[in-house]
């Protein structure tokens, strides 16, 4: 066993290191004050030179414009990109989810139009998919797209749209036809975000920031040609675009507070009798911390491992989410606690840590929730992993418009 | 055997939630979060007019002289509406003033208090980690020096009663905040709806209010109360969730019939009933003086700590993504959790209080 | 508030302790050694004297041969019997469960000939519901009754019968119309113990013991006159005695180590840096369990009140058994760990306290599932307190012979 | 990145599990409860002749000279067989003594135990709740005097090994179980598969292996091979459980398809693979030499105890009243469970040294 690259591995990684930091420049840091206009413009910038220098799509195949490389390419140039704060997000559900869905099931027109202008980082992808009434039961999509010669016409609502705002394009999935039963009434189509008729409002948060929009669709025209795989397979397609959300969805947020936070607060607080490092529970707490962060990260080690060898990563990487999200929400509680009065204070002159630690706990409420709450997770490990026999689904083919 | 309020008390009850039920709405919390005033000014002069201020002041001093059963059930329907209003506040520091305030200081806030032209507030917490049994803030003579925070209501009120570093030891202090030395300014903190302060106090006048041991009677006390306070406001999160969980449809079912979320509000439940007999059992023993008034008291501090953040974390997860938004309603009692925590420290050291109380016990009666 | 009598039950109380007082005498405590026999006998003595007192059926109508008193009067009378170790046990199910079923559905006859003997201790009662397929589904019966003439021939087995093997009765639910859905087709019987044709079977228990026993019958031949009920009403009719049950199975079995145990333990065992009590995760551990057993002591203080009064009690005992069971499982768990090596090795010479903590060990793992299940008792709170929709049961409807 | 055992231990672990299933099963297990003998002496032959007491024996002694890798995929596969054989006993003992036994004490010993003559044992554990940091066993010279209980298989045993209080600290002694001086009696304990004894020593004779500071490399050691046992057994408890869900009905449904056998189920296995991660850390750190080796260690025991006891625990409650029954299989995992807490001391001391262990980290980092 070891943690190193393979010579292969090691190679490339030679090669990216190089090349990033010959090019790294400006994007070394992140500038103190940007604004919506900057941001996009410095994540195109940077998105363009490693579209130049042929790091993008390092796993697609050639002829979709992509490198034609292996998962640990991909892994190892991320890992050298990360030791720099490059602005990498606004391209990640694009190139992450959409492009791949596009050029998986989408007309040669279409992957001839949009593949390379995303990969370039010219254009900008959203996913249209959570609707108000279609969270956890995603195929309960109401949004409807009726015929229309030979165009689509759109409306209705999405929620929970990363950078909806500032994206030039998305992939939605609309109910085509309500008498079929829930999964086989759906298509997905590309949809132009300057279209007349979307209107994407900023979504605010309990935590307070407005990480999402909700996106209005009312009377949007989309071409039949910019359908996405046959018309009613919408759920099928959405489901290669949702696997690869469940691989992106997982560690733990960067920067999130973890055993290590919690082992330096232990040291500075005092209990009335002595230091809380000393206590038996803060100990249990520091310890069960590690345990599930670190476990986590040496599950993805696995993964990598079986990656790098060329093999499928096993299911083990499915409990990622679930341990993290609510290790997080429980930690930041104890550690609030810990802090008696001093852990409900917030504003400028609140220990650093401290604050870390309340913007985990209200984090952590979503993150139980986003990209699967850990009731859908258990049950996708129950069944899909242990083989156990799925929950009674009384709808599942009924007529969409039959059904309560 | 009559383990149970005095109809009195229940009748107080129906009518304290009639009126918050229809005043007090959540849509009340929500205008407050964005409101200037301190405090809702017009929900708080109803709650005077129908005499909870007066409550528990002694019919000498203009009030209506009822007993521990009365305000237990008062602080859990303020915690239930979510009421913002000062009365949790002026409560515990009415307790303070009826347990041992001297004549003066009695006649000088709780006619006031009960009449509802003078606001009262507690506070223990330095920011810093303390604990209710320790303070940084000193008293010299009759002069104090320190710093309080966060202090809930202070922006609304004339008097705070804070602990302090005494000659005997820690014990509260009367501060009229109208002295010189006195400078309070608003704190933010995560509950958005209850406002809270920052106290500090350089060479402030103060005077004792009690003794060291009068400071942990008041602790019992001010625990049982802020109890009923947290097992209002987790009935309140319960309450919500099973109302999403019997309107919510997925996968063809109400959300409700899935176990997943059933046996989570069952959980809820079981934690509250829990939270509720060690409640009761300190209201009993606040009434009778009983000698289990401090096992009682952090029993219920920590029962109703355990049911409140259980009830407040699984309400929001129950209602998925919607409750996670700035408009759900899941965020009063996500963060109002952490303000029940503040207001009178943590569940570790309420355990920690509950264990020496049963060891005392048990050495007593070996 | 209080903790007092009404003066009432006082006045009961005062009668009750003073006939006690004057007649425990041999019953005062458990003799060294006891065979079964003399454990049957000594068990009827005690019943006979208390029948004859006017003790027994203290809340059932006169008419029944019942006191037609309160509940406060049966609790005041268990208060003071429990003072001493009288033999109760055996009566328990036949006059908490069996014979109140018989007079609130049984003809007259039947009420005549069974009541009085199972008051005076005379005959000895069990219940026959549970099968080795119909647990938590009780109504999963499949125990067969077949009319023969103007006899029934039951043919099946029961299982986690108490007393079994010293009854002289019991009653039994069987199917007798496998083509109604499944809880329609029940109809409940006395059935003789003696009879030909039963045989009842100690059945070992993981913990060692055998408190239950199995029950086999073939071709038993009961008398349709022995129904109890409508043919059909069997289910109707065994909820009025598993009403009865839930109120029975509740609170910490006697004797059952608690948070007191757990504080002298920890007084005594000495870690690697102190007194286990000095150790704040000791520290949160008693309290936690003082918090549950009696926050459940203080519960049914509740539900004595509202008796004391006249009034049903609240909804909140329902949370005693699953609280109590779960609690005692974690308390010795925690318990065996911190008596490290020395909470593994049994036999005589094992602390004493960590004897008691080994078989609460193994004996809640049963409790969690007595009278119950830790999800079944959920589901119940859920569902009849919380007023949540039922889980989907799809075979309700469907002719018991026609489901999975 | 290669974080995964070889091909050589992966096809091991095939050829033992497809041994074990076969020659192993539960009704096996259930013979030996009611055995004399202290094992199974016809699968003990097997088990020799499949050569996995020769695996980590150096080739020089007459072993394979095999690395952790096949030790700890063979430590899964008996944990999860309950194979009643004393193989863990012994490669725990063969574990000492290559990391630090004389060359004396390896020819005495490691032959034997690699061609079958000769059975290890190791015990820790003093019965009144030492941790394996202490030891009331005394050494004075050459000799030792305490009792050692329970030590699992040393009835079986043909040498000991045991932690005792020397002039450098406690550490690990080698007894003679043939010596005079030494008694051993069988111990009964809550596991009625596994057979424990106490032992006696009053002046026995004994020899140093290794030192203090080599006592704590071992534990380390012990704890990365039993948290490997530890998994194999929660695996096939949750593998029991699993089955069961999946063929029992209730109320017309699979009770797999219920949340709450689901939920647990799902639980079971989050708390396996979390466990399997810091096990496999440890395998790296122990074959490596790693300096995360303490670390690592104590991770793995603390998860791998989580995941067993929860494992056992709720594949009974899946069960029902039947897997209360004595002919239940449940039973097996349920005492199982605590026969590896005992085997090296409880979660809690475990977690202290982890705890340690990230200080000293830190401490060298900063």
Not at chain 1, 345 to 364: H, K, N
Not at chain 2, 241 to 263: D, L, S
């Amino acid at each position: 066993m070891d943690f190193n690259d393979t010579p292969q591995e090691a190679e490339y990684r030679t090669k990216v290191r190089a090349w990033i930091d010959a090019n790294i420049g400006e994007f070394r840091d992140v500038p103190d004050t940007m604004d919506r206009a900057d941001f996009v413009a410095r994540s195109k910038r940077w998105q363009t030179k490693k579209y130049e220098a042929g790091f993008t799509g390092i796993t697609w195949p050639k002829a979709f414009g992509g490198q034609g490389l292996g998962p640990m390419n991909q892994i190892v140039f991320n890992q050298e990109e990360s030791r720099f704060h490059a602005p990498t997000e606004l391209f990640s559900i694009g190139l992450g989810m959409c492009i791949p869905t596009v050029f998986s099931h989408g007309s040669q027109a279409l992957i001839d139009r949009y593949v390379a202008k995303a990969l370039s980082g010219e254009e900008v992808w959203c996913q249209l998919f959570s609707e108000p009434v279609a969270g956890s039961d995603l195929a309960g999509i109401r949004t409807k797209a009726v015929k229309d010669g030979d165009d689509w016409v759109i409306d209705g609502q999405k929620v929970w749209t990363t950078n909806a705002h500032l994206s030039d394009f998305g992939i939605i999935v609309c109910r085509t036809d309500p008498s079929k039963p829930k999964h086989k009434g759906l298509t997905m189509f590309i949809v132009d975000m300057h279209a007349p008729g979307v209107e994407a409002r900023p979504l605010k948060q309990m935590s307070g920031g407005s990480d999402f929009n909700e996106v209005f669709f009312t009377g949007v025209r989309v071409a039949d040609s910019h359908r996405v795989g046959a018309e009613g397979d919408g759920w099928k397609v959405a489901l290669t675009t949702l696997m690869n959300e469940r691989l992106a969805v997982g560690g733990k947020p960067r920067h999130a507070p973890g055993y290590a936070t919690l082992l330096d607060m232990a040291k500075r607080v005092q209990r009335d009798d002595g230091a809380a490092i000393e206590a038996a529970d803060v100990r249990q707490r520091i310890a069960a911390t590690y345990i599930a962060d670190e476990g986590i990260k040496l599950t993805q080690m696995r993964a990598l491992s079986a990656l790098s060898k060329g093999e499928m990563p096993g299911p083990e990487s499915s409990i990622a989410k679930v341990v993290v999200a609510k290790t997080m929400q429980d930690m930041a509680a104890f550690a609030l606690d810990l802090s008696e009065s001093g852990g409900f204070v917030t504003g400028a002159e609140t220990d650093p840590d401290v604050a870390r630690l309340q913007g985990s706990y209200l984090w952590s409420a979503g993150l139980r929730i986003a990209g699967g709450t850990d009731e859908i997770l258990r049950n996708i490990i129950a069944e899909r992993v242990l083989g156990l026999p799925g929950d009674l689904r009384p709808d599942k083919d009924l007529p969409f418009n039959a059904a309560a | 055997m009559n383990f149970d309020f005095s109809d009195d008390a229940k009748a107080l009850r129906e009518q304290a939630r009639r009126f918050l039920d229809e005043r007090a709405t959540t849509k009340v919390a929500r205008t407050q979060m964005a409101a200037d005033s301190p405090y809702d000014t017009m929900l708080w002069t109803q709650v005077v007019e129908l005499g909870w201020t007066a409550a528990r002041v002694p019919e000498a001093m203009g009030g209506l002289g009822l007993g521990g059963d009365e305000a237990c059930v008062l602080a859990e329907e303020i915690g239930r509406s979510l009421a913002p209003v000062p009365f949790m506040s002026t409560l515990l520091a009415t307790e303070a003033l009826v347990l041992v305030g001297t004549e003066e200081q009695q006649t000088r806030w709780l006619g006031g208090f009960a009449e509802g032209a003078l606001i009262g507030c507690v506070g223990w917490g330095e920011g810093d980690a303390a604990s209710p049994a320790r303070a940084g803030a000193k008293v010299t003579g009759d002069r104090i020096t320190g710093i309080k925070v966060p202090v809930p209501d202070l922006m609304a009120a004339d008097v705070a009663l804070v602990s302090a570093q005494g000659p005997d030891g820690v014990q509260l202090y009367v501060i009229d905040l109208s002295d010189p030395g006195v400078t309070r300014e608003a704190a933010d903190t995560i509950d958005l709806v209850r406002r809270h302060g920052r106290l500090t106090l350089t060479n402030a006048p103060c005077a004792p209010l009690g003794t060291p041991d009068t400071y942990h009677e008041w602790l019992d006390r001010a625990a049982i109360l802020t109890s009923f306070e947290a097992l209002g406001t987790a009935s309140a999160a319960m309450a919500m969730a099973i109302g999403y969980a019997k309107e919510r449809t997925a996968f063809g079912q109400k959300i409700g019939r899935y176990q997943g979320v059933k046996h989570k509000c069952a959980d809820m439940y079981i934690k509250l009933e829990l939270a509720r007999a060690h409640a009761l059992h300190g209201a009993w023993a606040m009434q009778d003086g009983a000698a289990e008034l401090r096992q009682a008291a952090a029993a219920a501090r920590v029962a109703s700590l355990d049911a409140l953040a259980y009830c407040a974390e699984e309400n929001l997860q129950i209602h998925g993504g919607t409750g996670f938004t700035w408009d759900s309603d899941c965020q009063f009692y996500y963060r109002r959790n952490r303000a029940i925590v503040a207001a009178l420290g943590s569940k570790t050291w309420w355990s920690d209080r509950l264990v020496r109380a049963l060891e005392r016990r048990n050495a007593l009666a070996a």
